[in-house]
């Protein structure tokens, strides 16, 4: 497998995304906003939509639609003119139907794929692509481990956070960028669809293995890093999509967690002395 460049590329993006969507994704569960990534990456599906009918890059015009919802989504929370649910339903709504509508207006023999975006096509991922990534990639990191324990004190009691002097606005507005760039550096791995899965399914799983936020965060990254390395090279052996077979190991993880949990839980009442 390592013999071919392009599934290199996809390994080390692989890994990138790995990192980035359950550090990112471990702040929405606690928010419980853990859906956002699906509106958002509908909303960098208009991005990419605009990108490919104007021959640019897509990555970008990802970027910047990504990050223009999810600021104004969290700017109409702050206000509190409309819930969250409402704000990302208009999220998901709005964003298929502007990256629709655009593409309809490609010039007449552009060819436009919207399938690679979408589940993720991995294998396609340029040298140019791997470099936006590792970009973003380290911003992100670095923005969680820099702000993790206010991002944390925000996202566990907004109200107390407010009440100690922290600038909640500018770190959800923060949190908000840092997940629009997880999302755009995810949509070639595991597609703009399938996202959410990958900021969700690991931190489920380690939260039922842990006791302390840390080490729910530690154990997340390595699972997801976990599922998306061993998703890729399963895909290139068995010639699947390697989005959904990078969500279906993340699934998988976490159904032997549950079942081994649930295991240990009933021999433990098994061994426990009966009540006098």
Do not use: C
């Amino acid at each position: 497998m390592l013999q071919y460049a392009f599934m290199r590329r996809a390994l080390l993006a692989a890994l990138m995304v790995g990192l980035t969507a359950p550090s990112v994704g471990v702040y929405l569960v606690q928010r419980r906003l853990a859906l956002i990534g699906d509106g958002l990456g509908h909303v960098a599906l208009t991005g990419v939509a605009v990108g490919l009918v104007t021959s640019t890059t897509p990555v970008l015009t990802a970027l910047v639609a990504a990050v223009i919802g999810a600021v104004v989504v969290e700017l109409i929370r702050a206000k509190g003119r409309t819930s969250g649910d409402v704000a990302l339903a208009v999220l998901f709504y709005g964003g298929i139907a502007g990256g629709v509508v655009i593409v309809s207006q490609a010039p007449p023999g552009t060819t436009v794929n919207l399938d690679a975006y979408l589940f993720g096509a991995i294998t396609t991922t340029t040298s140019g692509d791997l470099l936006v990534f590792l970009l973003l990639t380290v911003a992100v990191v670095l923005l969680t481990l820099g702000l993790g324990r206010y991002l944390f004190a925000v996202s566990n009691d907004e109200e107390y956070a407010l009440a100690s002097g922290l600038p909640v606005l500018r770190l959800n507005l923060l949190l908000a960028v840092a997940t629009s760039v997880t999302v755009v550096v995810s949509m070639r791995v595991v597609g703009l669809l399938l996202i959410s899965a990958l900021m969700v399914i690991p931190i489920a799983t380690a939260q039922l293995l842990t006791r302390s936020f840390r080490s729910t965060v530690v154990l997340a990254t390595v699972l997801g890093t976990a599922a998306s390395v061993l998703g890729v090279g399963a895909s290139f052996y068995a010639d699947t999509p390697s989005g959904g077979t990078i969500v279906l190991f993340a699934i998988a993880g976490f159904v032997v967690v549950v079942a081994a949990v649930a295991v240990r839980n009933r021999l433990r009442r098994d061994v426990s002395p009966a009540p006098r």
